[in-house]
């Protein structure tokens, strides 16, 4: 077998983008530097270094240079889309209260819940000051979009987790609030930047949405059946932290009145006992929704795939679609 | 007297700007809206209608008539504004733990912490999206580098309140974080909207940044001597939470090492007893730092109107000279 068989198609993708991300790093470096607050650098460090795959700028720059692009504006967006990343994590463990982020302590616990606030907002201004310097209006419009709606699903998410009438349609916007308008944007500022026509930025578009989608259902997925080791995260958080997440969705639908009085109790009421969080996946495995939650993540991975079509084939296109079948592939 | 020396000259800007205001705040309500979470236009509405003197809205709005706009780009821009002064306030609560904010409770106190950081960030973001709807990049230029510098002050803050260290320079810097950089760029995107001479965009960001400075200096002093039925503040409120503000940072320098003591455990330490705010205030009395500290606010007033002779003169460049009086007098 080759090589381009038997590594992961992120690290793939991070060997052919080396040296533009070694571009994108020392940006990101500069740019959360601060003269004056220098516990900005420390906190954005201690997340930044703590290296997560870089999924985002790295889905940046190969739109970009998929569709041509030689100029080096790809490389503040891929900064840009870093760091509303990293903006983003930082308020969501204030919000979540939560006490771990990439197998290390939060900034909240390390240092307080005003550093994560106002470290997080920093984070946005500086991104918001990269993306002007492109000068791209569309770009702008682009990026201000996507920012609305990760804020708005943040909020829908707050108020809906715990709310048992949360369907399908509302998880979905959740999903894309929390993790496909940030993926989309991504792909799409890059093709934007690179000037592609009009039916290639939509099929980046299509891409990074649906290849979020994907990555989120597989996340909410992998807190019930996935191995606390490679997740680092415990089996049933979700659960535990009253999160109404797809699988459970899906057996709340069914439920029988007992049932329900369960979700109730756990969920809407969060008064959880020992032996609740079998009970809850006992009635997930009744009603099969971990394999249905499985299908449905496999089917946004084929619309991510299928969606490449419009785009330059080569090598680039293809790591894509690898990337979209290893992002569910982690389910095994 | 004829009205326009009786009334306070907010008031009558608010007059001769109604009709914009109207459609500003129209704007406002129909932004702050959100189909798929209510909770967004419940806390918005909650600090939006408790109505403070909607100041910095004023400003854009005054500087872009003083230099002759007719379009509507400024209605965008004064919401813009009035929008990220709003997320600041959301997040400056949580960061403060404050209960109370224009005299009502605060959003993280009816709601939580949750609702407060991620309504701001979805405020931020709407004003994001009004802003590009201008089209104008030297705009979105002018309030990144606001909210860098917002956000950068608001860090230094935090992490300066507390050390004796802190000088006056730094003090400033702090200042042009929490309060002048939105004024600054509040009149400037005024001018730039408007087209003016580069002259005219100069002088209406050292006019805002002038009185930004001038209003806090103000706000700073009236908390160790203000009448709190009339600030909605209770005196002492900085020095009980440790905030090193001007009036201590000048008493701070003259100390003698037995009040440097006092300083570090009340400050620094936060060891704080019974009759030490009566000391504090005898210290600052002793060293005159509350009168020097008001001759600071009167220097910054009168270099703000001193920029204004760059501007066309009229009634609004009148009420804008008045303001910066009535930012001081608030002192008498």
């Given at each position: 077998m080759d090589?381009?068989?038997?590594?992961?198609?992120?690290?793939?993708?991070?060997?052919?983008?080396?040296?533009?991300?070694?571009?994108?790093?020392?940006?990101?470096?500069?740019?959360?530097?601060?003269?004056?607050?220098?516990?900005?650098?420390?906190?954005?460090?201690?997340?930044?270094?703590?290296?997560?795959?870089?999924?985002?700028?790295?889905?940046?720059?190969?739109?970009?240079?998929?569709?041509?692009?030689?100029?080096?504006?790809?490389?503040?967006?891929?900064?840009?889309?870093?760091?509303?990343?990293?903006?983003?994590?930082?308020?969501?463990?204030?919000?979540?209260?939560?006490?771990?982020?990439?197998?290390?302590?939060?900034?909240?616990?390390?240092?307080?819940?005003?550093?994560?606030?106002?470290?997080?907002?920093?984070?946005?201004?500086?991104?918001?000051?990269?993306?002007?310097?492109?000068?791209?209006?569309?770009?702008?419009?682009?990026?201000?979009?996507?920012?609305?709606?990760?804020?708005?699903?943040?909020?829908?998410?707050?108020?809906?987790?715990?709310?048992?009438?949360?369907?399908?349609?509302?998880?979905?916007?959740?999903?894309?609030?929390?993790?496909?308008?940030?993926?989309?944007?991504?792909?799409?500022?890059?093709?934007?930047?690179?000037?592609?026509?009009?039916?290639q930025v939509q099929a980046l578009y299509d891409y990074g949405d649906a290849l979020g989608i994907a990555f989120q259902i597989v996340d909410d997925l992998l807190d019930y059946q996935g191995d606390s080791r490679a997740t680092g995260k415990n089996v049933g958080d979700d659960f535990r932290e009253r999160k109404l997440t797809l699988p459970v969705i899906k057996a709340v639908a069914r439920a029988t009145e007992e049932e329900r009085s369960f979700w109730q109790r756990t969920i809407e009421k969060g008064r959880q006992e020992e032996g609740d969080l079998d009970h809850a996946l006992g009635l997930m495995k009744k009603y099969g929704t971990l394999e249905a939650t499985r299908d449905d993540a496999n089917t946004w991975a084929d619309r991510a795939r299928a969606a490449l079509k419009a785009l330059p084939d080569g090598d680039l296109r293809d790591m894509l679609h690898d990337l979209a079948a290893y992002v569910v592939a982690r389910l095994n």
């Open positions: 090589q381009s068989t038997t590594s992961k198609p992120h690290e793939r993708l991070a060997t052919v983008l080396a040296g533009e991300m070694e571009a994108v790093n020392r940006l990101i470096r500069d740019r959360m530097a601060s003269e004056h607050a220098p516990r900005i650098p420390e906190v954005t460090a201690h997340l930044v270094e703590a290296g997560g795959k870089r999924l985002r700028p790295m889905l940046t720059l190969a739109a970009a240079r998929l569709c041509g692009y030689d100029g080096d504006h790809h490389i503040r967006l891929a900064a840009t889309v870093e760091f509303i990343h990293t903006a983003t994590l930082l308020h969501d463990d204030v919000v979540d209260e939560s006490a771990q982020r990439r197998g290390r302590p939060t900034a909240n616990l390390l240092w307080d819940n005003k550093s994560s606030v106002l470290v997080g907002d920093y984070l946005f201004a500086r991104s918001f000051q990269l993306m002007v310097e492109t000068g791209s209006l569309r770009v702008l419009d682009i990026l201000a979009n996507a920012s609305a709606t990760i804020a708005e699903g943040e909020v829908l998410q707050m108020t809906a987790a715990t709310d048992l009438r949360t369907d399908e349609e509302v998880y979905l916007k959740v999903v894309r609030g929390k993790t496909a308008a940030l993926f989309s944007a991504a792909t799409q500022v890059g093709g934007v930047i690179a000037g592609a026509p009009e039916r």
